[in-house]
């Protein structure tokens, strides 16, 4: 029998997506258009202004993820979409399309869930079996979750307040970094892993976030205030304008990622420690999957490797192309959901559905 192909589009941030993949894991075709330069030079993502970009760049992006895959599209098993969460007017573009798409060539459609099609990117890479723990950490979005099944997750924790790779962003705006000849191009996240190389993280010292909080849920709020304040404290003393270069940038970048990561490991240890106790992970070798576009700070890696080591468990972390948004992820869930038969709408059933 021929292999099952699954076109997948994403369009709940950022990044406007798509491509086939087929039941294997095999990526037939894709395509990706990012909009994070635009947003960089308007320091963040304006909503309208995202989805007039995806309105753009929808039609061409699906069409060269179908032309490299040479798959007619009466060929595909399914169109997948992302549905939730996300920016409502992001996501109505991939929607919409997605809606008219299928109506035409007369296509199932399986919505898709943002976070669930990150956890199980790594499936598609290599064989993983539920469950499995797995940190999602980017600019929107911070959980830790058991995933028992490919729509059965077990949410341990979240965010209370914004995402690391938000804090990491606006932490690196207040420090001017796209100023720095080095860091122009690059993500704030991006831009303080690389001075952090260069600082010494004990010059400052931040407090961990939630070290009193017997949960596995996380905070970075307090830690963007305390950077906050430090920079204020510094620039006062340097006598320079606000937002100008400091002298200690290398180290504040270095304590505040340091800071991050210990708030990230101490979570994720509490998670393992929990799981453990519960019974909730298999006993021979269980996994934590490590994901998301703050997933490829190595500094981050290395700091969860040690948690992993300590508790006997394996660390996974899919490479940094499949950390962050893409059509690939949405499109493999797809093959995911199609093969359990879970949230499969049949042609003609209306798209705007969306899934628990
Ligand atoms: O997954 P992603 O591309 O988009 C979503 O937010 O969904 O993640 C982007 C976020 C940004 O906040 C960026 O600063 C952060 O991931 N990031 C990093 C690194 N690369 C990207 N944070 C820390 N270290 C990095 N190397
Ligand atoms: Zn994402």
């Known amino acids: 029998a021929l292999s099952r192909l ?15 993949v087929d039941e294997a894991g095999e990526i037939l075709g894709e395509s990706l258009c990012s909009q994070k330069d635009v947003h960089l030079r308007t320091g963040g993502i304006i909503p309208t202004v995202a989805q007039q970009l995806h309105r753009e760049n929808i039609e061409r992006v699906v069409r060269e993820a179908l032309e490299r895959s040479g798959v007619d599209p009466g060929r595909l098993s399914a169109v997948a979409t992302t549905v939730k969460p996300g920016l409502a007017l992001s996501l109505g573009v991939g929607l919409e399309f997605s809606r008219r798409f299928v109506r035409q060539h007369g296509k199932p459609f399986i919505p898709i869930h943002h976070m669930e099609a990150h956890a199980l990117t790594i499936r598609m890479l290599q064989p993983v079996a539920f469950p499995f723990l797995v940190l999602l950490v980017s600019g929107g979005h911070s959980l830790l979750a058991v995933a028992r099944g490919v729509d059965d997750f077990l949410l341990l924790g979240h965010t209370l307040d914004e995402a690391p790779g938000d804090t990491l962003d ?155 948004d893409n059509g690939v992820m949405i499109a493999w869930n797809g093959v995911e959901r199609l093969r359990e038969g879970r949230g499969v709408l049949p042609p003609h059933v209306d798209v705007s559905y969306e899934p628990k």
């Open 6 to 20: 699954v076109l997948g589009i994403e369009t709940s941030c950022d990044e406007t997506g798509a491509a086939v």
């Open 170 to 324: 606006k932490v690196a705006r207040r420090l001017s970094l796209t100023k720095h000849p080095q860091c122009s191009e690059l993500s704030g996240g991006q831009a303080i892993e690389l001075l952090a190389k260069l600082g010494d993280r004990r010059r400052f010292k931040f407090t961990t976030p939630m070290g009193q909080t017997h949960d596995c849920c996380f905070s970075f709020a307090g830690l963007r205030n305390q950077v906050t304040m430090t920079i204020l404290k510094k620039e006062a003393e340097e006598g320079v304008k606000q937002g100008t270069l400091l002298s200690c940038v290398n180290d504040i970048a270095a304590a505040t990622q340091h800071t991050v990561a210990c708030h990230l490991a101490k979570r994720a240890h509490r998670a393992i420690l929990f799981c453990k106790a519960n019974g909730l992970l298999p006993s021979g070798s269980p996994t934590l999957v490590l994901s998301g576009g703050v997933a490829s700070n190595q500094y981050i890696r290395k700091a969860l490797s040690i948690i992993t080591e300590t508790t006997g468990l394996q660390l996974l972390c899919p490479p940094a192309k499949f950390c962050t």
